[in-house]
Structure formats: structure tokens, C-alpha cells
């Protein structure tokens, strides 16, 4: 009897907690740093050449992670991170520049599909899209990736939940629809009407689509979550720099409501 008390007791400690874990991404250090000021039970577990962060974060088991920027950057964490922690799901954080003709900084915008819009070819029309993508494992895909409709409704709700800090007096916008992903930082009006016009994306940012890809590679729900910290026209450098920290916190806002509203 007494060694199957201690059978049963071996076998809970050796109960492998890390499927239960939400695994959070952002690219820069200012997308995770409140994320991480809030997380208890911190620790760090570094894989890949990576720094991850375990702990609990709104009452939630959690993995938190730096991607670093652009699609490369993105798909080598995202791979680390999945096939370590096996996460039940994940939620991508950061900033983006906006696209909608109303779009502010501050403005969140909820990732219902991702596109990689620099993926195609370039023959004598000049640059087309590819109407496909395949996944490492064989599967043709359409070029949109669709986020998990539970995860956008989740964060939809949670959404409404929080007070967004704003840049002038209305208060900021949440949008939901498409994110363009490129490796390439957008500054130019027409470009930037350009990727509304062609793909109805919200914002541009350089990472979420190879997130979504990897995700749907290895069957982790996922949900992109940005949040306008330009509108990639001439001054989104400017425009990046001033409110970076502003929509960083506006994002992550929703990460932290959406784990609470989980318990
Ligand atoms: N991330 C934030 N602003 C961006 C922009 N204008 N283009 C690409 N990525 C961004």
C-alpha cells in the first residue's frame, strides 16, 4: 500500500505541466517588458540561444518569449518555443503600423487571418503574390492563415475589458480582420494603401505570419494581437519611436485580460 502511495506521488510530480502553459511572443523587449513585470514565479529557462520565461501570469500557466524581428527571427523562435514547451496555445504581442484609413497609434487591431505579403514572384508584371503556401509537413494552404476563432473571440471579449491608454481624445479603436506580415519596415502612404487596398489588412507588421505558419505546422491554436504604433506611412519612424511603449502596453493589455477572463 505504501509503495503505491509513493507510485502515485512519483507519478503527479512527474506530470508533465508544460502542455497546460499559453506560450506569449513579442518581438521587442518593450512588447513583453509589462508582461514580465507582472509574471510570479519567474523563471528563466534559455533554449536555442533563447531566453523563455516560465511563471504565472493572471492566474495562468505561461512560457514568455522575445522573437526578435522579422519572419526569420520569428519562425526560429516559434519552432524553439513549440517544440520545448509544447504550449496548448499561444498569443503573439506587439505593435504594428496601421493601415485603416481612421486608424490612430493606440488602435488595437485583432488578427483574424495573417499574410506574408513579401511570398509570390516577380516576373515581367513585376511582383505577384503566390497564391499558396506549403507547411514543412507536405500541406498546401491558402495564403491567409487563420488565427483560432475561440482564441480572436477571447480576445475580441477581452478587448472590451480594457481601458487602452490613447494619444488624443477618442478613445482607441479595437479592429478585427487581417495582418500583413513582410520582412520590411513600412514608411510609405502608398505601400501602406496599398497592403489595404490588395489584402483588406489593418496593419503591417513583420512577424505574425510566420508565427501563424509555424503554428499551423505543428497544430498550436494562436491568436496575433497588435497594436498601432504608426501608420507605416513617412513619419512611422517618428511616429514608432513616440508611441512604441504606448501601443506595446495597449496590446499586451488585452493578453493580460484574456488570461484573467481564462481562470
Ligand atoms: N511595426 C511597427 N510599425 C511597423 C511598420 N510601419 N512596418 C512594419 N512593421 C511595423
Redesign the pocket.
Known amino acids: 500500500m505504501k509503495s503505491l502511495s509513493f507510485l502515485f506521488l512519483f507519478l503527479l510530480l512527474s506530470l508533465d505541466t508544460t502542455a497546460q502553459r499559453t506560450a506569449i511572443l513579442g518581438?521587442l523587449d518593450q512588447e513583453i517588458a509589462i508582461l514580465l513585470d507582472s509574471l510570479k514565479e519567474k523563471k528563466e529557462v534559455q533554449r536555442g540561444g533563447l531566453t523563455f520565461y516560465t511563471g504565472k501570469l493572471n492566474g495562468q500557466e505561461v512560457v514568455i518569449g522575445k522573437s526578435g524581428v522579422g519572419k526569420v527571427n520569428a519562425a526560429y523562435s516559434t519552432a524553439i518555443l513549440l517544440d520545448h514547451f509544447t504550449p496548448k496555445q499561444l498569443i503573439f504581442t506587439?505593435?504594428?503600423?496601421g493601415l485603416h484609413p481612421e486608424a490612430l497609434p493606440g488602435d488595437v487591431v485583432i488578427g483574424t487571418k495573417l499574410i506574408q505579403t513579401d511570398f509570390g514572384q516577380i516576373d515581367s508584371l513585376g511582383f505577384q503574390i503566390s497564391p499558396f503556401r506549403k507547411l514543412s509537413g507536405g500541406r498546401y494552404e491558402d495564403l491567409y492563415i487563420h488565427s483560432d476563432p475561440e482564441l480572436v473571440q477571447q480576445a475580441e471579449a477581452a478587448a472590451k475589458q480594457v481601458t487602452f491608454l490613447s494619444i488624443s481624445t477618442r478613445a482607441p479603436r479595437v479592429f478585427s480582420g487581417v495582418i500583413a506580415t513582410?520582412d520590411?519596415?513600412?514608411?510609405n502612404q502608398e505601400t501602406?494603401e496599398k497592403l489595404f487596398a490588395d489584402y483588406q489588412a489593418l496593419?503591417?507588421?513583420?512577424e505574425g505570419a510566420a508565427v501563424a505558419h509555424l503554428c499551423r505546422t505543428l497544430g498550436v491554436p494562436f491568436v496575433v494581437l497588435?497594436s498601432?504604433?504608426?501608420?507605416?506611412n513617412k513619419t512611422?519612424r517618428v511616429s514608432?519611436n513616440q508611441f512604441?511603449r504606448l501601443?506595446a502596453i495597449n496590446s499586451a493589455g488585452i493578453v493580460l485580460q484574456l488570461l484573467y477572463t481564462m481562470n
Not at 520590411?184 to 514608411?187: D, L, M, T
Open positions: 518581438a506587439g505593435v504594428a503600423g513582410a520590411v519596415f513600412v514608411s501602406a496593419a503591417t507588421e513583420m497588435r498601432c504604433s504608426d501608420n507605416a512611422a514608432f512604441v501601443a
